[in-house]
């Protein structure tokens, strides 16, 4: 089966930017991802492009086009939307379509603009995410909703907010050196534990922050990057989906995270690994909580373990298993169609070699990628590989 | 953004008479001949695909599985925060509600509750709602 390269990345500055177009947001990481690429915007086939809350942030639907537009690039264009996990779907379906051998070059890559929604806005808008009729009338937010699955794991497995801090203080320190993140600011597991609580036992330094953003990716094929003497050397190996049940209170355990698993264990065999050989991963910490039940869903740590990764040092910088080097969604921010590329363009260059973080990785040859739409009942896995 | 009015001044068929029948303490969920237990409005069994779901009494008091108390609300409960919402199996299914008629702190998991529609202070509208049972 044809492996898929990377040949590019572009990320946007992930912050506060509430005046900027969402189209220009894509618009500046395309032309980082075409410059990086040294791929031609004639040869893209097609666009994929994730965005979760375009109608209520800027009352624009359609964005496909908009954004190959925006992108300089005259192609069909496809907007996919499976919430917060909305460019990781975006990847995968991108990756299939290569592999197929029907494309060789596709733009890939998300968008939100948010900031200009406002605290209460976002957090409404973040909302529909859940079922609007059993949820989000009952007074769910997605803080909520991850609070209902952090009590229910301290109930299942312990652990206490300490722990959760913990997972907070490693991915802050993990964007110092990062330029794209929203916060270049060390903190302390004092600081997570004494910020106003959002949704207990979640705080506020528990929660990513809202974000502006944007990110893209230059796919090709492995013939097309051979012929065009790319320098890609990182190819997109294993690719993953799991879904369930809308509510959170259907989920079959409060504490867990199925589709996760599911597309965890598909991304896995596609590529031919098991957990073992994960060297590094970023995975969706929206919250504190969600790193842990992350980890344990792709079987980097054990059922019931996981809350325990950051503060005994197996997820930090240097530790065995480094997660979220790039800031994660808590330090490098969340603009959520954005975010789903923004983890593959990160895992990519920490694999290359060119990213600020990459010397804590410097013989990493796999690395994964897990992007989580709603309370999980979307989830996409990514295996990435440092091509032979 | 927060101007839904006139969306919700259409009902929602088949959720809105789940509501009704709460109100009146005759909530039910929905059962299929394989005894799996869902929520409306549902034409399919979401475990097996069985189209045949009949109304079944919610067999109260359910039990809080897990909750949170949520100081940062959407719009719609500006007014309601602090508010304690939680999730309660009751009988075959689980129910997310707010808890009320108890301190927020004295919230637990294990908790005996009841199904009580409440209102929101900050819309008027129905919520679902737990009783200490």
Redesign the interface.
């Known amino acids: 089966m044809a492996n898929v390269r990377v040949a590019g990345t572009g990320l946007t500055a992930f912050g506060a930017s509430p005046e900027r177009t969402g189209r220009d947001l894509f618009a500046e990481a395309s032309i980082a991802a075409f410059d990086d690429s040294g791929v031609s915007r004639d040869d893209v086939e097609a666009v994929f492009y994730g965005n979760f809350m375009g109608e209520l942030a800027e009352h624009q639907g359609h964005q496909g086009p908009l954004m190959a537009e925006a992108a300089g690039v005259q192609a069909p264009a496809t907007r996919f939307e499976s919430a917060c996990a909305s460019s990781g779907v975006a990847v995968r379906e991108a990756v299939k379509r290569i592999r197929t051998g029907e494309n060789d070059v596709l733009l890939v890559g998300g968008a939100e603009r948010m900031t200009n929604l406002g605290t209460a806005g976002a957090t409404e808008a973040l909302a529909i995410a859940a079922d609007d009729l059993w949820e989000v009338r009952a007074g769910t937010t997605f803080p909520g909703a991850y609070a209902l699955m952090a009590q229910a794991y301290f109930d299942a497995f312990g652990g206490d907010r300490e722990d959760l801090a913990h997972i907070a203080v490693k991915n802050h320190d993990n964007a110092l050196p990062n330029e794209k993140a929203q916060y270049q600011r060390a903190i302390e597991v004092d600081d997570v534990l004494e910020a106003p609580l959002v949704s207990e036992p979640l705080g506020l330094y528990d929660a990513c922050p809202i974000s502006d953003g944007a990110s893209a990716l230059v796919l090709t094929s492995e013939d097309y990057a051979t012929d065009h003497d790319l320098e890609a050397p990182v190819a997109i190996t294993g690719t993953g989906q799991g879904g369930d049940r809308m509510a959170l209170h259907d989920r079959e355990h409060l504490a867990r995270s199925p589709a996760a698993r599911e597309a965890g264990e598909e991304a896995y065999a596609d590529a031919g690994i098991d957990a073992g050989d994960v060297d590094v991963a970023e995975v969706h910490d929206c919250f504190t909580i969600a790193e842990v039940l992350a980890l344990e869903a792709l079987d980097l740590e054990p059922i019931g373990e996981g809350i325990s990764a950051a503060r005994d040092g197996r997820t930090t910088a240097d530790g065995e298993l480094p997660v979220n080097l790039s800031g994660g969604l808590k330090a490098k921010g969340h603009p959520v169609g954005a975010t789903g590329a923004s983890q593959v363009a990160e895992m990519a260059t920490l694999l290359a070699g060119t990213h600020p973080n990459s010397d804590h990785v410097a013989d990493a040859t796999t690395g994964v990628t897990h992007n989580a739409g709603g309370t999980v009942a979307s989830a996409m896995v990514h295996v990435l590989e440092v091509a032979a | ?2 101007e839904r009015s006139d969306a919700d001044d259409i009902a ?1 068929a088949g ?1 809105d008479e789940w509501l009704d029948a709460a109100e009146t303490g005759d909530a039910y969920y929905l059962e299929c001949a394989n005894g799996h237990g869902s ?1 409306p409005p549902r034409r399919v069994c ?1 475990d097996c695909g069985a189209t045949d779901l009949e109304e079944v009494v919610l067999p109260e008091p359910g039990e809080i ?14 007014d ?1 925060a602090p ?1 304690a ?3 309660a199996n009751v009988g075959p ?6 808890v009320m008629g108890v301190d927020p702190e004295a919230v637990e ?1 294990g908790l005996e509750v009841e199904v009580e529609i409440t209102v ?1 202070e900050t819309t008027g ?1 129905r ?2 709602g737990f009783r200490p049972a």
Do not use: C, K, N
């Open positions: 953004m927060s929602d959720f929520l979401p599985e897990t909750f949170t108390i949520t100081h940062v609300p959407t719009p719609a409960f500006e309601d508010y919402t939680a999730i299914v689980r129910i997310t509600g707010q998991t929101s509208e919520v679902i």
